[in-house]
């Protein structure tokens, strides 16, 4: 089995209620056989800092390139980065067929 990189935007109030909607969203897409490359594949999520002044995106882009550790592993959490109020970006790998 490989694994797939994964981007997904969703606004809610907290990052918790942004999470639920997005994997709910993804197993309604993508069905929920498993290995699907997509945040359905994730359980949890873990938070990330963005730096002053750096576009949250364009940084969780960068921690996939450099295979941060803390979003490397298909089996392991999610990242989420805070792109504005009520604004929340989820990314990272998923275990896939492909």
Not at 14 to 28: C, G, I, S, W
Not at 34 to 41: D, F
Not at 46 to 75: C, F
Request: proline fraction near 4%.
């Amino acid at each position: 089995m490989g694994a797939e990189t994964f981007q997904v935007t969703v606004e809610a109030k907290t990052a918790a209620e942004a999470f639920k909607v997005a994997r709910e969203d993804a197993l309604y897409n993508n069905g929920h056989g498993g290995y699907t490359g997509s945040i359905a594949e994730k359980s949890k999520f873990v938070t990330i800092s963005v730096p002053d002044g750096t576009d949250p995106i364009a940084y969780a882009n960068g921690l996939i390139d450099d295979g941060d550790p803390r979003i490397d592993d298909k089996w392991g959490p999610a990242g989420c980065v805070k792109v504005a109020e009520g604004k929340w970006h989820f990314f990272g790998w998923a275990s896939s067929w492909r």
